[in-house]
């Protein structure tokens, strides 16, 4: 079956939480340390970590090279930038979206 054509203006309501996935969404905005099922915050953190990656791969492309080994592979500092970028953005990106969750 096909669903009944709306006008292009009106837009879909979003999905209504069950009980239990409120419970969960308010544990995981107001205590943490478990995943977030909100998927606006999940695109934030993919695109900040995303970003993270680029800036340490840049960053450590220059800096490794000139601060620690310069006969290091080039490919070396291009992981290494990667790792850093990943772990930075992940903790930054995550420490935004504790402290936006608590005013929720």
Avoid: C, Y
Avoid at 22 to 46: C, W, Y
Avoid at 64 to 86: H, K, N, R
């Amino acid at each position: 079956m096909t669903e009944p054509q709306r006008p292009p203006n009106q837009q879909q309501a979003p999905p209504q939480l069950t009980k239990t996935e409120e419970t969960h969404q308010f544990i995981a905005d107001k205590i943490g340390m478990v995943p977030s099922l909100r998927k606006e915050d999940n695109i934030f953190q993919a695109k900040f970590v995303g970003i993270g990656i680029f800036v340490g791969i840049a960053a450590m492309s220059f800096i490794g090279p000139v601060w620690w080994d310069p006969e290091a592979p080039f490919t070396v500092w291009i992981i290494v930038g990667a790792l850093f970028g990943m772990i930075g953005g992940a903790l930054i990106s995550g420490a935004i979206i504790g402290v936006r969750n608590i005013w929720r």
